[in-house]
Protein backbone atom coordinates (compact mmCIF):
# COMPACT_ATOMS: atom_id res chain seq x y z
CA UNK A 1 0.00 0.00 0.00
CA UNK A 2 2.92 2.01 0.81
CA UNK A 3 4.28 2.17 -2.61
CA UNK A 4 1.08 2.69 -4.19
CA UNK A 5 1.06 5.92 -2.32
CA UNK A 6 4.22 6.68 -3.67
CA UNK A 7 3.98 6.31 -6.89
CA UNK A 8 1.04 8.69 -6.73
CA UNK A 9 3.20 11.08 -4.68
CA UNK A 10 5.57 11.03 -7.39
CA UNK A 11 2.50 11.54 -10.09
CA UNK A 12 1.84 14.89 -8.28
CA UNK A 13 5.07 16.11 -7.99
CA UNK A 14 5.72 15.39 -11.96
CA UNK A 15 2.49 17.35 -12.99
CA UNK A 16 3.76 20.22 -10.90
CA UNK A 17 6.88 20.47 -12.07
CA UNK A 18 5.24 20.62 -15.83
CA UNK A 19 2.67 23.24 -14.40
CA UNK A 20 4.92 25.81 -12.40
CA UNK A 21 6.15 27.56 -15.21
CA UNK A 22 2.78 28.61 -16.44
CA UNK A 23 2.58 31.22 -13.59
CA UNK A 24 5.74 32.59 -14.27
CA UNK A 25 4.58 33.03 -17.96
CA UNK A 26 1.51 34.70 -17.44
CA UNK A 27 3.17 36.95 -14.74
CA UNK A 28 6.32 37.75 -17.03
CA UNK A 29 4.84 38.31 -20.37
CA UNK A 30 0.89 38.39 -19.32
CA UNK A 31 1.28 42.49 -19.62
CA UNK A 32 2.37 42.45 -23.49
CA UNK A 33 0.35 39.49 -24.28
CA UNK A 34 -2.65 39.82 -22.16
CA UNK A 35 -4.80 36.75 -23.85
CA UNK A 36 -2.54 34.58 -21.48
CA UNK A 37 -4.29 36.17 -18.74
CA UNK A 38 -7.40 33.71 -19.63
CA UNK A 39 -5.12 30.68 -17.68
CA UNK A 40 -6.69 32.20 -15.21
CA UNK A 41 -10.53 32.14 -15.33
CA UNK A 42 -10.05 28.58 -17.22
CA UNK A 43 -7.98 27.38 -13.43
CA UNK A 44 -10.92 28.77 -11.93
CA UNK A 45 -13.50 26.97 -13.87
CA UNK A 46 -11.47 23.38 -13.53
CA UNK A 47 -11.61 24.53 -9.94
CA UNK A 48 -15.25 24.80 -9.43
CA UNK A 49 -15.71 21.85 -11.65
CA UNK A 50 -13.23 19.84 -9.32
CA UNK A 51 -15.07 21.12 -6.14
CA UNK A 52 -18.15 19.67 -6.85
CA UNK A 53 -16.54 16.27 -7.57
CA UNK A 54 -13.27 15.87 -4.99
CA UNK A 55 -13.34 19.31 -2.88
CA UNK A 56 -9.87 21.01 -3.11
CA UNK A 57 -8.01 18.31 -5.43
CA UNK A 58 -7.63 20.73 -8.27
CA UNK A 59 -5.79 22.88 -5.66
CA UNK A 60 -3.66 19.89 -5.03
CA UNK A 61 -2.96 18.57 -8.25
CA UNK A 62 -3.97 21.01 -10.88
CA UNK A 63 -3.44 24.55 -9.81
CA UNK A 64 -0.23 25.95 -11.40
CA UNK A 65 0.18 28.46 -8.66
CA UNK A 66 -0.26 25.71 -6.15
CA UNK A 67 2.74 23.64 -7.95
CA UNK A 68 4.78 26.59 -7.77
CA UNK A 69 4.37 26.92 -4.00
CA UNK A 70 4.79 23.40 -3.25
CA UNK A 71 8.05 22.78 -5.68
CA UNK A 72 9.83 26.24 -5.72
CA UNK A 73 8.90 28.44 -2.99
CA UNK A 74 8.71 25.54 -0.53
CA UNK A 75 12.69 25.53 -1.53
CA UNK A 76 13.21 28.63 0.70
CA UNK A 77 10.41 28.89 2.88
CA UNK A 78 10.72 28.85 6.55
CA UNK A 79 7.49 26.75 7.09
CA UNK A 80 5.99 28.34 10.38
CA UNK A 81 2.54 27.79 11.07
CA UNK A 82 0.26 28.44 8.96
CA UNK A 83 -1.99 31.23 11.43
CA UNK A 84 -5.16 30.33 12.48
CA UNK A 85 -6.59 33.94 11.19
CA UNK A 86 -5.93 32.99 7.57
CA UNK A 87 -8.23 29.96 7.92
CA UNK A 88 -10.95 32.26 9.35
CA UNK A 89 -14.54 31.67 7.24
CA UNK A 90 -15.34 35.49 7.43
CA UNK A 91 -12.37 36.38 6.40
CA UNK A 92 -12.63 34.25 3.88
CA UNK A 93 -15.96 34.87 2.14
CA UNK A 94 -15.13 38.99 2.50
CA UNK A 95 -11.89 37.72 0.41
CA UNK A 96 -13.64 36.19 -1.88
CA UNK A 97 -16.50 38.78 -2.34
CA UNK A 98 -14.09 41.42 -2.61
CA UNK A 99 -11.89 40.01 -5.21
CA UNK A 100 -15.10 39.15 -7.45
CA UNK A 101 -16.09 42.24 -6.79
CA UNK A 102 -12.93 44.02 -8.10
CA UNK A 103 -12.70 41.66 -11.15
CA UNK A 104 -16.02 42.79 -12.40
CA UNK A 105 -15.66 46.44 -12.18
CA UNK A 106 -12.78 46.36 -13.99
CA UNK A 107 -13.99 44.43 -16.89
CA UNK A 108 -16.86 46.25 -16.79
CA UNK A 109 -14.81 49.48 -18.13
CA UNK A 110 -14.28 48.14 -21.25
CA UNK A 111 -16.70 44.99 -21.68
CA UNK A 112 -16.39 44.22 -25.06
CA UNK A 113 -12.35 44.04 -25.53
CA UNK A 114 -11.50 40.64 -24.45
CA UNK A 115 -7.52 42.03 -24.32
CA UNK A 116 -8.68 44.24 -21.75
CA UNK A 117 -10.48 41.26 -19.81
CA UNK A 118 -7.22 39.50 -19.76
CA UNK A 119 -4.98 42.50 -18.96
CA UNK A 120 -7.57 42.56 -15.61
CA UNK A 121 -7.13 38.84 -15.15
CA UNK A 122 -3.05 39.12 -15.25
CA UNK A 123 -3.05 42.29 -12.89
CA UNK A 124 -5.41 39.72 -10.54
CA UNK A 125 -2.99 36.59 -11.13
CA UNK A 126 0.25 38.92 -10.50
CA UNK A 127 -0.86 40.57 -7.24
CA UNK A 128 -2.22 37.89 -5.67
CA UNK A 129 0.54 35.46 -6.35
CA UNK A 130 3.21 38.33 -5.20
CA UNK A 131 1.08 38.16 -1.93
CA UNK A 132 1.43 34.43 -1.99
CA UNK A 133 5.41 34.35 -2.28
CA UNK A 134 5.90 36.94 0.10
CA UNK A 135 3.56 35.14 2.87
CA UNK A 136 5.43 31.90 1.35
CA UNK A 137 8.36 32.61 2.30
CA UNK A 138 7.97 34.66 5.64
CA UNK A 139 5.61 31.73 6.77
CA UNK A 140 4.67 28.93 5.04
CA UNK A 141 4.65 27.79 1.38
CA UNK A 142 1.09 27.40 1.01
CA UNK A 143 0.17 30.31 3.43
CA UNK A 144 -2.04 32.21 0.37
CA UNK A 145 -4.14 28.87 0.01
CA UNK A 146 -4.86 28.63 3.28
CA UNK A 147 -7.64 31.58 2.24
CA UNK A 148 -6.94 31.64 -2.05
CA UNK A 149 -10.59 32.76 -3.08
CA UNK A 150 -11.07 29.84 -5.13
CA UNK A 151 -9.95 27.71 -2.49
CA UNK A 152 -12.68 28.98 -0.35
CA UNK A 153 -14.82 28.45 -3.18
CA UNK A 154 -13.85 24.59 -3.71
CA UNK A 155 -13.78 23.45 0.31
CA UNK A 156 -18.01 25.70 -0.09
CA UNK A 157 -18.47 22.89 -2.95
CA UNK A 158 -17.05 19.94 -1.40
CA UNK A 159 -19.64 17.22 -0.11
CA UNK A 160 -17.12 14.70 1.13
CA UNK A 161 -17.03 12.70 -1.64
CA UNK A 162 -13.55 11.65 -0.68
CA UNK A 163 -11.75 12.34 2.07
CA UNK A 164 -8.67 10.90 4.39
CA UNK A 165 -9.26 7.87 6.36
CA UNK A 166 -7.57 7.29 9.79
CA UNK A 167 -6.98 3.90 11.02
CA UNK A 168 -6.93 4.67 14.50
CA UNK A 169 -5.86 1.44 15.92
CA UNK A 170 -2.60 2.12 13.81
CA UNK A 171 -1.49 5.48 14.10
CA UNK A 172 0.35 6.50 16.68
CA UNK A 173 0.16 10.06 16.39
CA UNK A 174 4.05 10.98 15.39
CA UNK A 175 2.79 13.85 13.01
CA UNK A 176 4.73 12.80 10.33
CA UNK A 177 1.35 13.57 7.88
CA UNK A 178 1.26 16.89 9.51
CA UNK A 179 4.97 17.91 8.62
CA UNK A 180 4.36 16.45 5.33
CA UNK A 181 1.11 18.14 4.68
CA UNK A 182 1.06 21.15 2.26
CA UNK A 183 -1.63 22.64 4.35
CA UNK A 184 -0.30 22.58 7.38
CA UNK A 185 -3.64 20.64 8.85
CA UNK A 186 -3.74 18.84 12.31
CA UNK A 187 -4.79 15.40 11.02
CA UNK A 188 -4.00 13.58 13.91
CA UNK A 189 -6.99 15.54 16.05
CA UNK A 190 -9.13 13.54 13.47
CA UNK A 191 -7.97 10.52 14.82
CA UNK A 192 -10.41 9.22 16.75
CA UNK A 193 -13.13 10.32 14.43
CA UNK A 194 -11.48 7.73 11.56
CA UNK A 195 -11.27 10.83 8.63
CA UNK A 196 -10.35 13.94 8.25
CA UNK A 197 -12.79 16.22 7.68
CA UNK A 198 -11.32 19.50 7.17
CA UNK A 199 -12.47 20.87 3.82
CA UNK A 200 -9.65 22.58 3.29
CA UNK A 201 -7.89 19.11 2.66
CA UNK A 202 -6.29 18.88 -1.20
CA UNK A 203 -6.87 15.53 -1.85
CA UNK A 204 -3.35 14.45 -2.17
CA UNK A 205 -0.78 11.46 -1.29
CA UNK A 206 1.39 13.60 0.85
CA UNK A 207 0.37 12.70 4.44
CA UNK A 208 -0.25 8.61 3.30
CA UNK A 209 3.23 8.26 1.56
CA UNK A 210 5.16 9.25 4.69
CA UNK A 211 3.16 7.63 7.42
CA UNK A 212 5.42 4.76 8.79
CA UNK A 213 2.25 2.44 9.87
CA UNK A 214 -0.04 2.94 6.62
CA UNK A 215 -2.93 4.38 8.70
CA UNK A 216 -4.20 6.51 6.07
CA UNK A 217 -5.66 6.42 2.84
CA UNK A 218 -8.01 8.46 0.69
CA UNK A 219 -11.71 6.86 0.59
Not at 163 to 183: F, N
Request: glycine content about 6%; overall charge positive.
Amino acid sequence: MAADFKKLQTRRRIIQWLLWPVVVIVVALGWKYPLLGFSVPVVMLMGIAGGIIKGRYVCGHLCPRGAFFDRIVSRVSRKKPIPALFRNRPLRWTLFLLLMAFMLYRISLHPEDLRHWGRVFWLMCTVTSAIGIVLGVAIHPRAWCSFCPMGTMQSALDRGNQQLRIESSRCISCRACEKACPMNLSIVRFKEQGRLTDRDCLKCPECSAVCPKNALAMQ
